[in-house]
């Protein structure tokens, strides 16, 4: 089993940057895909950057440019850095590892852009 925490969210001007930090706990951290979900009031989960086990990347279009999705296995951490934060990237920023069948989520993370 894994549990999932994140952290790093918090208000940020347009324009400004964050890194938002997901410690994993467990074993085979290294084996999962991991990936950034983000939930906006009102709006549906939507996936934000994938990393897979072999360090792959994928964006939304949204963010492409301005996100960085990176792990550090030997931490058992997975990290996102963004940039050029816009008001429309206001979220609850979630980590998510998938070793199916096996689904783990954490709690989420309040990400604020605004001025």
């Known amino acids: 089993q894994v549990q999932l925490v994140e952290s790093g969210g918090g208000l940020v001007q347009p324009g400004g940057s964050l890194r938002l930090s997901c410690a994993a706990s467990?074993?085979?951290?290294?084996?999962?895909?991991m990936v950034w979900f983000r939930q906006a009031p009102g709006k549906q989960r939507e996936l934000v950057a994938t990393?897979?086990?072999?360090?792959?990347?994928n964006y939304a279009d949204s963010v492409k440019g301005r996100f960085t999705i990176s792990r550090d296995n030997t931490k058992k951490m997975l990290y996102l850095q963004m940039n050029s934060l816009k008001p429309e990237d206001t979220a609850v920023y979630y980590c998510?590892?998938?070793?199916?069948?096996?689904?783990?989520w954490g709690q989420g993370t309040q990400v604020t852009v605004s001025s």
């Open positions: 998510r590892a998938t070793m199916m069948p096996f689904v783990y």
């Open positions: 467990g074993n085979s951290f290294a084996s999962y895909v």
């Open positions: 990393i897979t086990t072999g360090g792959s990347t």
